[in-house]
């Protein structure tokens, strides 16, 4: 079986990255966008091949999701020996539980429609929730960009540094980092109320005085790291704040919330796109080299071991 | 079991006009919408009920599915004694064949991601193809809204009328309608070069002369509609033209395409959503109460018989 | 994984010829029959082998399918490394629909006992319905016996004759058919009134004086023909006629119903057995060659492309 | 949900005699059979219902099963509430097991291709194999028509006969009907050669002497019968000899078969029709009460208990 | 449909409770232990019937599971109505993903288990991971213990109390304590080594001088909670000790080991049974009510509201 | 892919001698088990492979199966190419079909399980019932290894002996060995009353003073073979016995129970471990070269033939 990379349209500078460094060439696939707004891919030939398809499901996450669905389903009828699907960012994976009884599980839905159409296998980076894996009937890989942000960050963080988990959630991450990074780790507990607003009550950890990394797996709207960086400056801690996230989304305003505050820098890696130059200063670590190192291995069978998330 | 109507945000109106029909309260469904797209919907206590969820999915087409798949999988993990999704507008039912090797099977994906998310029946109006059931491994009604739209062309059709299918798969259609408005028959060849562009060839009947009710199951961009009026011009046919179409999703110039042509009036049915006055003159028949009658006779488990499409 | 070829009992030479031409030997298989009419299938030694078991579900369509059940099983428990199941002719495709509430849809069924049963691959060749493949949630190829039939006609038919269309569902067959002998097309419109029973009404194009090649994908009772082809001569057409239609099986007095009419000859293919030499003119053209090319090529992973129908 | 009886076409004078017994009126169900043996059912409207389709899939026994698939298909796309398949005789019930690497397991073919289609429950009469209901993932009733037998039995049955299996398979339903009219059992050990040869061997129990009554699940050639009644006679017993069978196939020259033996009478079911008056004396015991009491009691969600089957 | 209690013997003094408060009988059900370890449950008559299987998967988990399976088997082909298995106790709820690439998601396995064998819905109390419910395709209903336990705690708890978590999964259920408690909460960070070792290391939240509540969703050995209580005493917290856990399994040592603390009393539930009287004072509040109080809702198809756990 | 043998801990000396027959390593696979009997398997890299997992389910049975379900759960999330379960004793085959309205079918549910854990086909050895592999969507193949046994038996044997069924269910194992050793077969018919006890009743064949060799599937607690001998010795046969079976449970007294007969030898596979010397005269064949053979086969894609049972 050949090694095949087929490209969503949802990141094609990133699918790009992955195929040059896997030195092979992307499958052709062009997708028509119809005036009503249905999609149609064409893909070129790929029958008997080991194909991944490498689409985020980020913003917009509908459009980018039926897509993926679409690709896979024309990986699966036009004979691919093997369908990876290779989601850099995957969307709706903070749904994972109902908190009222009238919600959905998006995280599930989204499995199970993935699996419906064909992926035989899931690749994520640093998903929201470790438990990803058991939502998924399909074998699930789970890599990890913390080792490439902690290297970015090495030279970004002063040695008396902390490392600062905005919530309980990220805890676990913000020890990966910490131990990468040699630095203790100071967390903030925070009540999430809705969607788009947040809470910030408390702080762990001796941060007075001290430079603060704060992490997370995702910037979305930057409510979280804001609601963070007010409780570090509130209990006398970051004089400079550094914010590292594998997923920057950055909707929303989240420029100009995190430009409001003492933010030297944002790492955060291209697993979504860029549309144009953010209004702050922003570190793009690529993930394309873990990518294609995960997808090379898994063509070859070989093990996944260190790529892999810590849970 | 309770009869109880889910709606969706695809067609408000449409949804209000059904449940005031059947004179029931709509379920309380909240959809939040995350400043990254994601949709989380929220829905009152529904345990044990009949079930029926209303969601056209037309544009913006992935949004109105994936919303969908939520609402149902809510409704299933809430405890709905039977589910049932109606579709007035049935998106990607035009991809029900690869037309290269390339290509995706859409309706398809959509169906099996339907039934993936919970979905136990689904209901729908004119779908663009019969073979629809064939598709959806769960059962599927399929009801028309041609005696609705004929009711309402008769007055405006006079007695020399032809009704037209633009193209081969819109004949048994006209037939329909001709039957019940006791005309006669004309029918376009033409054939489609791409997504939106048409080439229209030839005429089968006599139209020289006589107004025309030209119908389709959907308009589109009106490319369809338009190339067959211009064959009917070129004929010497159509000096008053009545357009007439289940489903109006008017997009990307679809009015002034429609405009620019002696069309007299165009009827539709509000299965989907007009946002704004469009620029022609549009007659809407609403299928609430179609919708609304056939989701009592199934409610009671009462035979759908005259509200079935004709195939 | 080894080139096999399994024969079903429905077609042996068809099936010995495709694999004359793959130069492979038949997989040994023996079909017992028990005297109540069940069946026992008991074949080789197929371990690992990427296995093609070719069985046309023409009459008895039943039991031609029911044996393509067991000899896929067969192949599925006799530890077989990819399962495609090749039909010439595939039945109960006309069932695609319900065209009243109280029906099956037949080729779902038979679909789904096809996957249920071990197939992982459908071939077909013209199948009555191209959303043949929709309607199965394994890949389908849809091959084209076209090509080969208008090789064939291309001495037989006249530098004015004009390629007919039966009913509407045979127009984009025919426009294939016309594109390949650089001939116009005409259609007949018809109404099918029961199984057996046709009615006849227009026909669009210009058919006066020119003699007609009538296609269509099959050929059962000859009805549809006859009535086309009183059509035809009722408006002063189809001096001589010639009829093509890939599938000829030719039931219940066909070849008497074509013999009465001015029909020079009729070309069709071998995918369903003549069992005795029938009373007409009829010109088989073998699909071994298609067949044969189209498992070569699945087997080492090439693409299809031009084998495939259009549609 | 109302209670009805759908009759396939397999044995109408049982499923008559079944609904007059529970006295409700058959659903309306024809079934067209094409030209080219293709079958259409169209039934009446039967939303909501609790539905019993019965069919015995005795010889034609690839029509009759997919007669069977399309009647339930049609029941679940015509939204029958719950879906019964009745098989009176449940053919292919031998195949339970491959005898050679390369043949299929057909008892299992058809038991998935009934759930595929949409059976949901399964009621069957004395099957070949008790190990039916674990090849089925849907329930599956197992009743008897020993206890009906025994009563015709009884009058014909002298004092000293011996209840002889007429080999080891059927030793249990020897010693059921032994149990019911309070006679020793005997058993022959044959070895089943072919299809339709037997060789029979040996006798266990006495048998010197005595009258015969000879049970077993199927009469299809009548040879195992033939076989067993041979060695009575060798051992000095049989002089006179009553045969007894659930299902009386009687195929392929059983009845003369059984003409040749000093059998006084046979004693079957009406669980498959009958053609023609047989040329052997036949005593038919109906099954319809039986099948009709199993049906009440499952639709009043009644045990079925001394009706069931012993193992 | 009645209503049904089948008790697996997992934890009868529990299950009869639940009985007693829904007024109803227990279904018969007697489960065979075979000399070589097999079970055989044998149950009384419920077709029909609203079935609620009551077995926590408590230690020994591995029989306890396989009982379930079993009985849900019987339930199903036993002709039930609805079956719901209510496990008080969901064992492996721990294994929700892999920290290794070697391991196996035991939770998703237990889940596919329960839906494969006949389980329509789950009812659970207190999981050990919230997003349990997305791995089930299934309906699961997560009901907690808390509001129970924490009235059981009010008269136990000084004023100046605090709720501490001994780890950071468990901060969202101290939280749930505390809002009832009106108590805030303190925030034990511990590294699990293995399954039994476990290393503490930090407190968040003031704890000096103030008696502690320790709350966990389970005690196993007791060790997290000997950690976290070392932990306390090093800060020179925790002059007296209340623990509380839904889930009191305490195994190897459990007993001795709080009871080397100064731990006054250890409150939990009855959702796994006690053999003996433990050594170590114990306060049991009974679930009964809980589950009563759930299956009496679903059973009538009520919401369950407040009976569910926050997330 | 590479041949992987996944050692189950249910019996490891076996495991390990199937490698050493197949020249193959070991795949490192740790089986932690936490305090409260949950298990965690981790193994070694086998991504890719053809990986056999070997673990019979015998007692403790539950523990057994749900390690193997755990096992095959972590080859296929660990990416293994092909996964077969090779179990040399499969547990709860003899649950294949109710006995009672109430009963579970539990080879059904164990067969589901394994499925839906991973497993994509199995191996077994001698199982209770030959209609396993109906039970099991996936492939089966069912070794035998009574050809191995009779070689064992074939020195112990005098010219005299005769092979002895010790009920019905055993015949066609006792042809088989019969057919090896040149002998003639005797049957004992009894009748099982409950699962320990056991009533014999007479016997079939020429026993009187001939020595015997006793032979069945397995051996659990002796109360078969004990009854079986007790019947021969009222019948003044088996002045000397051997005894020979598949699987040595040797449950609840079994030793004690042969030991009291005068049984020379009991001559049985390493298919189930032994923990200890029995207080019975033993020999023991292994069947490690008849797994080696098998599994080296479907490795290579060879013909099992042979290596068959009989049916």
Redesign the interface.
């Known amino acids: 079986m050949g090694l095949r990379i087929v490209p969503g349209t949802a990141n094609p500078l990133l699918t790009a990255a992955v195929a040059r460094t896997l030195r092979t060439e992307l499958v052709t ?1 062009e997708l ?1 966008r ?12 790929l ?3 080991d194909v991944y398809v490498i689409q985020p499901t ?6 980018h ?3 993926l ?3 896979l ?2 990986c ?4 691919a ?1 093997r369908i990876t699907a290779v989601l850099p960012y995957f ?2 994976a ?16 989204v499995a ?2 993935l699996a ?2 064909g992926a035989q ?1 899931l690749v994520v980076v640093d998903p929201h ?3 990803l ?3 998924c ?1 399909i ?2 890989e789970m890599l990890t960009a913390v080792p490439a942000l902690a290297g970015a960050l090495a030279p970004l963080v002063p040695g008396d540094a902390v490392v600062v988990a905005p919530d ?1 959630g990220a ?2 991450l913000a ?1 990966h980092y910490a131990s990468l990074l040699h630095r203790p780790v100071a ?1 903030v ?1 925070k ?1 999430r109320m ?3 607003t947040v809470r910030a009550e ?4 001796d941060v007075a005085g001290r430079p603060a990394v704060i992490i997370d797996d995702m910037i ?2 930057g409510a979280t790291i804001e609601a963070a960086a007010r409780v570090l400056l509130a209990h006398g801690g970051a004089p400079a704040i550094v914010v590292a996230a594998t997923h920057g ?1 950055l ?2 305003g989240a420029a100009g919330r995190l430009g409001r505050l003492p933010v030297q820098c944002t790492v955060t890696t291209d697993s979504l796109p860029r549309g144009h130059p953010p209004a702050l200063p922003l570190q793009v670590e690529s993930i394309a080299p873990l990518l294609a190192d995960a997808i090379s291995r ?1 063509h070859h ?5 260190d790529l ?1 998330t ?2």
Chains 1, 2, 3, 4, 5, 6 share one sequence.
């Open positions: 696939c028509d119809f005036p009503d707004g249905e999609l149609r891919p064409v893909m070129d030939h029958r008997g091949d980020g913003p917009p996450v509908s459009d999701l039926v897509e669905l679409l690709l389903d024309a699966r009828r036009g004979g020996g969307g709706y903070r749904q994972d539980r109902r908190s009222q009884a009238g919600e959905a599980v998006g995280a599930r839905v199970d429609a419906a159409s296998r929730t470790a438990a894996e058991a939502m009937g074998p699930v309980l805890v676990k020890e967390v507990r009540t809705t969607g788009a408390e702080i762990a950890g979305s709207t989304l909707v929303a898994m069978e070989q093990p996944l071991g892999l810590r849970s």
